[in-house]
Nanobody, 120 residues
Framework: QVQLVESGGGLVQAGGSLTLSCVAS????????MGWYRQGAGKQRELVAA???????NYGDSVKGRFTISRDNAKNTLYLQMNSLKPEDTAVYRC??????????????WGKGTLVTVSS
């Protein structure tokens, strides 16, 4: 079994910053792609940012220039530095990872999410 646990969410004023963390643990051979997704009230889930093991990254258009994704492969940990937060960034942020539990077998895993609330 593999678990993804997010932390770092909370209430922040517009213009402020937060850093989210996601730790993958359990029966892990290797963690491949990791990413952050979010879903606001009444909205569809959207990609925030994603990272490959090789260091390539991509961002959703609405967060480019404000958010930075990074990872510590040795610790199986993913981060999201969020700056210049806006009320429209309010959402539950969930971590996603494709995890190999053996050399030849992998699955997609999700964390339960952490709530980010940005007040105006």
């Amino acid at each position: 079994q593999v678990q993804l646990v997010e932390s770092g969410g909370g209430l922040v004023q517009a213009g402020g910053s937060l850093t989210l963390s996601c730790v993958a643990s359990g029966s892990i051979f290797r963690v491949n792609g990791m990413g952050w997704y979010r879903q606001g009230a009444g909205k569809q889930r959207e990609l925030v940012a994603a990272s490959t093991t090789g260091g390539s990254t991509n961002y959703g258009d609405s967060v480019k220039g404000r958010f930075t994704i990074s990872r510590d492969n040795a610790k199986n940990t993913l981060y999201l530095q969020m700056n210049s937060l806006k009320p429209e960034d309010t959402a539950v942020y969930r971590c996603n990872a494709y995890v190999l539990t053996t050399r030849n077998y992998g699955s997609d895993y999700w964390g339960k999410g952490t709530l980010v609330t940005v007040s105006s």
